[in-house]
């Protein structure tokens, strides 16, 4: 009868001849928690900032409506008041959105040098990771060729 066989044998010595470096893959999760970190906090910055604006936008508006809502003793202060605070929101909006826009070309400009950065160290990750697979690969080979003969 034939036996069956065993291929154990072969398929450990072949990956012992093309050895993981599960450091590489530790490198890779540690860079990528960091550059989370920093791509949130460009975010939460941003948010901060954000949240700070239209806060100080509320209150504005709500003491500009204070003014405005007060009794007057002419038919025509109505007028004027109403007037002061339509000019005076517009002027607020402007302002406020000019912060916004601001805000959000900072972000973009942290974003594009992370994400630079990131294809840079990603870039020299890659390269030191195929020299060193292309070094431990012929060295293999090179083994593998020298036991067979």
């Given at each position: 009868m034939t036996k069956t066989p065993?291929?154990?044998?072969?398929?450990?010595?072949?990956?012992?001849?093309?050895p993981v470096d599960a450091?590489?893959?530790q490198n890779a999760f540690k860079t990528q928690a960091a550059m989370g970190e920093k791509f949130a906090k460009v975010a939460l910055e941003a948010a901060e900032k954000s949240?700070?604006?239209s806060?100080?936008?509320?209150?504005?508006?709500l003491a500009k409506i204070g003014?405005?809502?007060?009794?007057?003793?002419?038919?025509?202060?109505?007028?004027k008041a109403a007037t002061d605070f339509a000019s005076a929101a517009a002027e607020m909006a402007a302002e406020n959105l000019a912060?916004?826009?601001?805000?959000?070309?900072?972000?973009?400009?942290?974003?594009?040098?992370l994400m630079l950065a990131?294809?840079?160290?990603?870039?020299?990750?890659?390269?030191?990771?195929?020299k060193k697979a292309t070094t431990e690969a012929t060295a293999a080979v090179k083994k593998a060729a020298a036991a067979a003969k």
């Amino acid at each position: 009868m034939t036996k069956t066989p065993d291929f154990t044998k072969v398929v450990q010595d072949m990956m012992a001849a093309f050895p993981v470096d599960a450091s590489a893959f530790q490198n890779a999760f540690k860079t990528q928690a960091a550059m989370g970190e920093k791509f949130a906090k460009v975010a939460l910055e941003a948010a901060e900032k954000s949240t700070e604006i239209s806060s100080k936008w509320a209150k504005d508006t709500l003491a500009k409506i204070g003014d405005a809502s007060k009794a007057k003793a002419d038919a025509s202060e109505y007028t004027k008041a109403a007037t002061d605070f339509a000019s005076a929101a517009a002027e607020m909006a402007a302002e406020n959105l000019a912060a916004f826009a601001e805000i959000a070309k900072k972000v973009q400009m942290e974003t594009v040098e992370l994400m630079l950065a990131a294809g840079k160290d990603a870039s020299e990750e890659a390269q030191a990771a195929v020299k060193k697979a292309t070094t431990e690969a012929t060295a293999a080979v090179k083994k593998a060729a020298a036991a067979a003969k």
